[in-house]
């Protein structure tokens, strides 16, 4: 393993001898893979991960971002699991109608058969858990259940083959109704598994642990801490509060909020920052006030793709503390589950407590979902903004600002990919990419 101070290479010896130090700068390794059980990550592997996050240290990221980026590549370890399964399948069965099979089949004799219909059998079996199976990623599970409709296409081109050699319509049963029956699991497997929640390699309480031991050795200069969310109101000068903005994005998590306003998004974008929870609460009510002075504001949605996320807009629209009875357009930039769809290696959880706050959202909002969404949803599942990088929330949100302008300058000539939702007493616009 690599010391990330001096990049000299340690053995497992010499990591021992030196008490976990470097052997050549006496640099404190804080991951030895060797005791770490089945999910192994080494001091390179983390801090890796550290600087594409923060982009070598120019961008501020949170903790969960760090996990979520370290646990996809966990899961990017077993992506080709699938293929190496189908490899391994091709190779036995090869092996076992040169030796076996061939000699046998000259005389007549199918029976030696047995034994590559076996293999084949098992790594189906195989490759339709390496399909399902939730420790997998998404990418990962699709992978196999293609592989899984190679195998079936093998199967059937090869036992089509074999049965009018030996002249078997047992054979040619046996083959068609297993090679089509793995071609049309690939198929289906391949479908849903693209949007199925996947277990997490690792657990929350066990990364704040490798990160207390990674800060006391290695300080993170661009990780944020939890938000605080209870603080006093401060004045701010009157000359200042003269003046409003013409956008302002609303989260709904602090942590997304302070993301944003860490990494100077509300000066380069001319925008304010607020989190449906009131954050930051220092300042939360003076802005609400200079934003609601302007008739021309423009309002940006960007939440988490659950069940409490797609309330975001409708509470917008209705709460006297937002946007209540007035024609201020809202502008839902996401996430939602028509966007996660088209979204690659995303990672999906599954709660009970989103699938709860989906069933008891307003009717208005259920009314305006699609049956797929809303079934996607009521399953509890959930895609989280933290899930992503910070330079992808970033891109995502400048483009549907971007993309908002385009509409309001060319809707009538279809020029923008944004649509109008609702009516005028809950309307909204929304775009089907995220980004």
Not at 260 to 281: D, M, R, W
Request: hydrophobic content about 40%.
């Amino acid at each position: 393993m690599k010391c990330i101070q001096c990049q000299t290479d340690n053995t497992l010896k010499d990591r021992t001898d030196h008490n976990g130090r470097c052997k050549q700068c006496g640099h404190q390794f804080v991951f030895e893979p060797t005791t770490m059980g089945t999910t192994k990550v080494t001091d390179g592997m983390f801090a890796k991960a550290i600087a594409d996050l923060s982009a070598n240290d120019t961008l501020y990221f949170t903790a969960h971002q760090l996990l979520y980026l370290l646990d996809k590549r966990l899961h990017g370890k077993s992506t080709f699991a699938g293929v190496a399964s189908l490899i391994l399948c091709g190779f036995l069965t090869v092996v076992t109608l040169i030796i076996f099979v061939l000699p046998k089949a000259t005389q007549g004799d199918g029976r030696a058969l047995l034994i590559p219909g076996a293999i084949n059998f098992f790594f189906l079996l195989v490759l339709l858990n390496q399909s399902t199976t939730p420790n997998a990623s998404a990418r990962s599970r699709r992978i196999a259940a293609r592989c899984l409709q190679i195998q079936g296409i093998a199967i059937f081109v090869g036992g089509l083959f074999m049965s009018i050699e030996l002249s078997s319509f047992i054979l040619f049963a046996f083959t068609v109704i297993i090679g089509l029956l793995a071609v049309y699991l690939g198929q289906w497997q391949y479908r849903v598994q693209a949007n199925t929640a996947q277990k997490p390699l690792i657990e929350w309480s066990q990364f704040q642990g490798w990160l207390t031991r990674w800060q006391q050795i290695n300080p993170i200069a661009k990780l944020l801490s939890a938000p605080k969310e209870n603080a006093l109101p401060v004045a701010i000068n009157p000359d200042v509060t003269a003046y409003s903005f013409d956008r302002l994005v609303v989260t709904d998590s602090a942590a997304i909020a302070q993301l944003l306003i860490a990494n100077n998004f509300h000066f380069e974008n001319n925008c304010a920052i607020l989190s449906i929870t009131g954050y930051p609460q220092s300042i939360f009510q003076t802005t609400m006030e200079m934003l609601q002075r302007n008739p021309d504001l423009k309002v940006y949605a960007f939440h988490n793709c659950s069940g409490k996320g797609m309330g975001l807009v409708h509470h917008l629209r209705t709460h006297s503390q937002w946007f209540a009875n007035t024609t201020i357009e809202i502008f839902d930039v996401g996430l939602r589950p028509r966007q996660v769809v088209s979204l690659p290696n995303v990672s999906i959880e599954n709660t009970t407590e989103s699938a709860d706050a989906a069933k008891r959202l307003d009717p208005t909002v259920r009314q305006q979902l699609s049956a797929d969404e809303l079934a996607w949803l009521d399953e509890g599942n959930v895609v989280l903004l933290e899930s992503f990088t910070t330079q992808r929330l970033i891109q995502a949100l400048n483009r549907g600002i971007a993309g908002s302008r385009t509409y309001l300058e060319e809707s009538s000539s279809g020029g923008s990919d944004f649509i109008f939702i609702g009516d005028s007493s809950s309307s909204y616009y929304t775009v089907d990419s995220f980004g």
